[in-house]
């Protein structure tokens, strides 16, 4: 997350990467990042000119997570790297994650905190609903519906048409037929 929201920073977006927010102090130490961990979710106090983008692959941790930042008026940012392709009329919430080489299609919907991993689709008139985790090189056709917090492991497919219930997990390699 921190290089594709460097690559942004890169192509003209309006932030400066400050550090993370992590419940581990040390969880960088083994990493050599430019930038370490500056506090917790839970403890942090959004400054004036803060933005937050939150990296979390998991639905409900990323609920959970964004909620302390939410309650003390932090804004969550879209990042959508540049290789990212988006086509006409797509609503997008906040704190939508869309990494490289995703691609939305026409008419489509996504709620808050939505993370489109490497290579997904979407395609047309399709409805993401808020914390849905989208994996690696996933296939959300058409006319589809994810309500809250769907995860979609990676390489699976889901078919036009169909709606997936709150919280569900669709594994990895899963073809979604109904």
């Not at 309500?147 to 699976?156: K, L, N, Q, R, T």
Request: charged fraction near 15%.
């Amino acid at each position: 997350m921190f290089g594709w929201a460097s690559h942004c920073v890169e192509h003209g977006a309006p932030w400066r990467i400050k550090g993370f927010l992590d419940d581990r102090r040390d969880v960088l130490k083994d990493y050599a990042y430019p930038v370490g961990v500056i506090g917790s979710a839970a403890t942090y106090e959004p400054q004036a000119d803060d933005v937050f983008a939150l990296a979390m692959g998991d639905s409900a941790a990323k609920k959970k997570y964004s909620a302390p930042i939410i309650e003390k008026g932090g804004a969550f940012v879209n990042v959508i790297h540049p290789t990212a392709c988006v086509s006409l009329n797509v609503t997008m919430g906040r704190g939508v994650i869309m990494a490289p080489f995703t691609c939305v299609s026409c008419d489509v919907t996504l709620g808050d905190f939505v993370t489109l991993n490497i290579s997904s689709s979407v395609g047309h008139d399709a409805k993401l609903g808020d914390f849905c985790q989208i994996s690696c090189h996933c296939d959300i056709t058409g006319n589809v519906a994810l309500e809250e917090g769907v995860f979609v492991g990676s390489h699976a497919s889901i078919l036009p048409g169909v709606r997936v219930g709150a919280w569900a997990f669709v594994g990895a390699g899963a073809l979604v037929l109904r």
